[in-house]
Every structure is written in structure tokens, then in C-alpha cells.
């Protein structure tokens, strides 16, 4: 599988992701403009467009700097246990979104639209099949290290990526609270049952 954070932000395109996020957090999908995301970047939007031909560009490429800061804070977890790092994947998936349900919103607006944007289409699958990778890649260590029983680790990481899925669009469509942290215990609960 081809690693997905092949492509570095730095200088004016890690400035312009950060715009990007602040813009997206503050108006939303529908309401987002260049020029927002040009006011929170400093610049004007000629800036922008050095660097973004499209904003449906600007946006595919903010998809990639989303992936590549969620591998990054899995690489930086120190140990190699594999009940230790399924447990932060876990958290990192659904206990650290809770403080920005306005990214989520913004982010199940841009799913709404992936069936007719292939650029995002594509962005999301690839987000989705590096994600199950790493899950998968964490309950096949802990299978080979005697510590998971031995199940079908593909099925255990689309089972969970299922309880993400739907807890983040629960929170977002109707308001809920509480489903990410439900989501939380159910997929502790999940991962007990199948893998130990």
C-alpha cells in the first residue's frame, strides 16, 4: 500500500491548510469561499491560487493534510504494544473530535459531496483504506504477538471503522452529544469480544 503522507505541507502550503482548517471551522463547507480562507491566510486570493487552480483543488489537497496529521500523531505514539496503540487509534478516531464537531460538520459536508467531486471521492477512500490499514496492521501485531486471538483482522477494522463512521455522523446530523463517546465504549467493548 502506497503511504498516503508522501506529500509534505510546508511553508505557504502548510499556511494555506491551516487557513483552510480555521475557514472551514468557522463557515462551514456550504459557506466557505476562497476569499475566507484567503482573510484567515493574510493574503489575497491570487495568494491562493498560485498554489490551488480550484477551491474543489484547495479542498482534495486539505482532505491529504487532514491524513497526514492523523499518521503523524500515530507515528509519534511511543510504544509498539498493540493493545496500547489500538486504544490510542481509538481515542484518535473518536475522543479528541469531540472538541471540533465544527471540522466534523464540514468534513460529512464534503462527504455529502464525494459522490459527485471525484477528487474528493478519491481523497475519502484513500483516507478510509489507510485508516483500516493501520487498524488492521495493529490487530495483526497483536495476533502475531500472542496478545489478539486469531481473527479476521479485516473484518474487526471495517467492524470498527462502522462504529466511527456512524458516531461521527450521529454527532453531526442529530446533534448527539454523546455518541462519540458511546462509540468510544462500544468499539472497547467490540475489540474485547472479538480479539481477546
Known amino acids: ?25 468557522e463557515h462551514g463547507y456550504a459557506d466557505l469561499t476562497v476569499q475566507r480562507i484567503a482573510d484567515e491566510y493574510g493574503k489575497s ?21 487532514l491524513l497526514e496529521q492523523f499518521v503523524t500523531s500515530i507515528r509519534e505514539v511511543e510504544t ?20 471540533n464537531l465544527d471540522l466534523l460538520i464540514a468534513i460529512l ?7 459527485y467531486k ?5 481523497r475519502f477512500e484513500q483516507n478510509d483504506e489507510y485508516i483500516r490499514y493501520m487498524l488492521k496492521a495493529v490487530i495483526n501485531h497483536g495476533i502475531d504477538e500472542g496478545v489478539f486471538d486469531d481473527v479476521d483482522a479485516d473484518h474487526v477494522a471495517r467492524a470498527l471503522m462502522t ?5 461521527r455522523t450521529r454527532a453531526v446530523v442529530l446533534d448527539e452529544t ?3 463517546e458511546t462509540a468510544r465504549q462500544t468499539a472497547t467493548e467490540y475489540a474485547d469480544a472479538m480479539l481477546r
Open 1 to 25: 500500500m502506497a503511504d498516503p503522507t508522501e506529500r509534505s505541507f510546508s511553508g505557504p502550503s502548510e499556511d494555506i491548510m491551516r487557513a483552510t482548517y480555521r475557514a472551514l471551522r
Open 45 to 65: 486570493t491570487a495568494a491562493i491560487h498560485y498554489h490551488y487552480d480550484t477551491k474543489e483543488e484547495l479542498l482534495a489537497a486539505f482532505l491529504d493534510y
Open 80 to 99: 509498539t504494544d498493540p493493545e496500547e496503540r489500538l486504544t490510542v487509534l481509538l481515542d484518535t478516531l473518536l475522543v479528541e473530535p469531540e472538541d
Open 109 to 115: 459536508e464534503m462527504r455529502s459531496q464525494a459522490p
Open 118 to 122: 471525484e477528487a474528493f471521492r478519491d
Open 163 to 167: 462504529i466511527v463512521d456512524g458516531a
Open 178 to 180: 454523546t455518541a462519540l
